[in-house]
């Protein structure tokens, strides 16, 4: 659908800090923001909401409550209405100027005329309306509109209800599996992990507890706070909930995704300019011409019929209905290659891109945690590093393996291991070295354990053995690598002094981007308390983890690199993790050193002279809220960036909306980043992009291509009008025949040249920047030069046929038509550059430019076989001599350009 639209609303952004959004509350107490909860002890939460942490609400306070807060839902952006999808086809200016004309065709009794003008009308309304509406059918289709069930204390009883009856001052519990559906404080935990990588980007499940966080603290440190959207990965808790709906902190930025304005597309910008300049062209010359004859004695009346076909032969009428097909095209190609493009316009912008704004997790990465590396200490005291997907038959990594399999809380259900990342990652470890998880329970069964505890840092389990009990320990390195009296294994095993030379290994590996746990055992002769689990330890080594880069990530960033589009990763992850994962994926290109920003860093800048400049080298943006997401997008817009912007969580959305193209997962991509996103990626892989933006390219350079054969034609119309009308001959042309060859004989061929594949090195050259238009100077020089080709060879056949032939009026009429006809088919082969060969070129070799012809010679003799359609456009049949003259003036535009071109040099 090609339309220009314009409107005027008042844009509402989401507050620059997450914590300032307000949280609706009882009406008996004063607003809070969610920040002022996490600041609050659990006491002044419970008192201030009027629950108890035991009891719960009562069923005539839930009531109250429902009726002021409403349903537990997240309002979901609503889809066009038919009507609304009819109306937009008609906010195209050519629209506008074709609905003028055809009124005016009905007003002086041109009925025939109006009546194809309507049809032309309809057929542009009907293809932008069915491309759109399979559009919105689809995204419907992707839409989970499941509704989640919670456990909740009411009047000192459980509950299972649906999500959408929560109330504030709920009393809500947390079990491992639960999807978080409201905004709660938590007030009771029992080793509480929550997944949150979907608000705020963190790779890790968070910890959480209960004492108060200091005020103003950013959104993924709120550590005793449970968000909507989110998950519980392990333990159990208790939360009183504080937000429901809308005012959730998911809900604040769903509905400012709806509301947030996109901007004009750069392809809508290009198209309102080339429109504005083809209408004032046309009102010039059709009053020029008008005044003109006029001031010659002529009728007024004809005169103004003669204007109105002038405004026909400047206005490409065709154009709104070929582009719409065009980008139609690379639409269902794209659909095809498991790419779902919302709106045609996207398909072009994407090809401007200069810059692509991505998040990391799921992303870039495949959100899911791995055991990356194994460092191990050897008899000969040496440090070394062993890859886990290696098997070797290594006894220290036997043993550090079993133990991360044994001190392990992951469950195996429904065909997969689940629970905390750290735990499903070391028993795929251990799997892959080949041992059994039931094996080894069998052989060593638990019979005590120690929960990890986030104040202690580490957890151990006692296994029952042959001789006495096995501890194992896993933890922090700091905290364990001192409680270690012995490193290597039980069976060999060697006094341990070199602490610091292990903490700095460790330290090497979390500066590259890994999370570290230590790893140790012992043996004891007794069933140990945990107390006594730190005794006699015997170090294994470390095991280092990473969510790791997907295999076709780099070889994206560097397609799209060669293309000259920037890929910047925006995240709200540590920075030091953020930056090697750039370095590894090429965003960071090989030899340059990272450039890194974190939320602080943009908070604190003045944006102006060298911060600015580093700000716009920047390839890594961490630490970042969903809120300078958006401001990022919006500065690079400003800085004149055609920004497409990549991402699948909830803290995404706001961002993805206001992206000239926004990018969403459709895999593991939130309902949030579907509603916002322009693209949704099927198959969530990156690479994927880079087809979409050579699609774009592509079909760019075929929009400019067919536009300037369609300008050529039509501007070669007005100039045989006006030749003929200043040299005081007939009027060589009828309105309804310069309908039939705008909407008939030039669309076929243009429509062919929207299809062409595009030149091989398209993703080796430089974005198109959006200052240029899609018709630049040199080519409104090659659309004179082919109108004035044209109009000398229909212009010389007219003469012929007056002077020569000494033919009737109707007759004369009859050769310039056909005349016109094929001088413009054959235009089409004046487009090549002359670099390339006139006989071996795109165009030529290009099948549905035949196809069109062909059609088009058809539908010519459709019309001479046809008689009220021959009768209406005044055509009659030629003897064959006249055939040859028509075939002779037509080739002679194509003769003059080449001779121009490749005789003389000219560059047209």
Known sequence: MICIIYQIEKIILFPTSICTMKTLRHPSVHPLQVNDFSSMTVENVVRDLRTE???????????????????????????????????????????????????????????PEGIAIAILIGINTLIGFFMEWQAIRSMDALRNLSRSMVSVIRENQTHRLDS??????????????????????????????????????????VYKQTDPCPEHTSLAERTNMAFAGTTVVRGRGSAVVVATGRQTVFGGIAHSAQITQKGITPLEKRLSTLTRQLIWVTLVIALLV??????????????????????????????PVIATITLARGMLIMARRNVMVKSLEAVQTLGETNIILTDKTGTLTENEMQVTSLVIPEKQRRIIRFHPRKKAENGQINWLLSVGLLANDANYENGKWSGDPLDVALISAAIEQGLDPVTLSRRWPRVNEMPFDPELKWMGTVHRAEAGYLVCMKGAADVLLPK??????????????????????????????????????????????????????????????????????????EVCRRAGIRVVMVT????????????EVHVVPPGESCIKMTGNDLANESQEGKDMALMMKAQVFARINPSQKLDLVKLFQTNGFV?????????????LKKANVGIAMGIRGTEAAKEAADIILKDDAFISITEAIRNGRIIFENIRQFVIY????????????????????PLPLLPLQILFLNVVTDVFPALALGMSKGQSNIMQVPPRTQKVPIITRHNWLSITVYALAIALGVIGMEIFSLKVLAAPATQVVNFTFYTLIFAQLWNVFNLPGREVSFWKNPIVTNPFIWSAFGLCVLLVGGALAIHPLRDVLVLSFLTPIGWLYVLGFSILPVVVIQLLKRSMGVNI
Not at 573 to 580: C, I, K, N
């Open 53 to 111: 942490p035991s009891r719960g609400l009562d069923h005539r306070e839930v009531l109250e409550r429902q009726r002021k807060f409403g349903y537990n839902l997240v309002e979901k952006s609503r889809s066009k209405s038919v009507l609304r999808i009819i109306l937009e086809q008609f906010l195209s200016p050519i629209v506008w100027i074709l609905v003028l004309a055809g009124g005016a065709s009905f007003l002086f009794g041109e009925w």
């Open 164 to 205: 959408r009856e929560l109330v504030p001052g709920d009393l809500l519990l947390l079990e491992a599996g639960n999807l978080v559906t409201a905004d709660a404080r938590i007030i009771q935990v029992h080793h509480l992990q929550i997944e949150e990588a979907a608000l705020t980007g963190e790779s890790f499940p």
């Open 290 to 319: 008008c005044v003109a004859g006029v001031l010659r004695g002529m009728d007024w009346l004809v005169m103004v019929e003669t204007g109105m076909a002038l405004a026909i032969a400047a206005i490409p009428e065709g154009l």
């Open 484 to 557: 270690c009296q012995y490193w290597g294994t039980p069976e060999e095993k060697v006094p341990f002094s070199n602490h610091p030379i292990w903490l700095g290994e460790h330290d090497q590996l979390a500066n590259e981007g890994h999370r570290l746990i230590a790893l140790a055992c012992g043996w004891q002769s007794h069933l140990p308390q945990p107390h006594e689990f730190l005794e006699d330890l015997t170090f294994l080594g470390l095991a280092a983890f990473q969510d790791p880069a997907r295999k076709d990530i780099r070889e994206a960033i």
């Open 572 to 583: 709200g992850d540590h920075p030091e993790t953020a930056g090697h994962i750039a370095e």
């Open 643 to 655: 920004v497409a912007m990549t991402g699948d969580g909830i803290n995404d959305a706001l961002a």
């Open 710 to 729: 369609l300008l050529s034609c039509n501007l070669s119309e007005l100039l045989i009008i006006g030749i003929a009308l200043l040299g005081g001959m």
